[in-house]
């Protein structure tokens, strides 16, 4: 799932109890006093997010098929 692209403070948020609504308020308050996190961080979601492009995906897999190919040929 999604809990396995997202790093914690890093590309994203990733609350302990999704329920909790007092964990929800303090974490967009401490992403809203820290402005430089909040850009660093959204920078790095969108490079995360492109790394999970069905293109990115796509090319992988015909990568992958291609050298399973050679090999079998050879």
Known sequence: GIS????????????????????LAETIRNL???SEWMRRMGE???Q????LSWDQHAA???AL???VASAHRA
Do not use: C, F
């Open 4 to 23: 396995e692209w997202v790093v914690h403070g890093t590309n994203g948020l990733v609350l302990q109890n999704a329920q909790d609504s007092r964990e």
């Open 44 to 46: 790095n979601a969108v």
């Open 32 to 34: 809203l006093h820290d």
């Open 65 to 67: 098929l291609s050298s």
């Open 60 to 62: 992988a897999i015909h």
């Open 48 to 51: 995360t997010a492109a790394a």
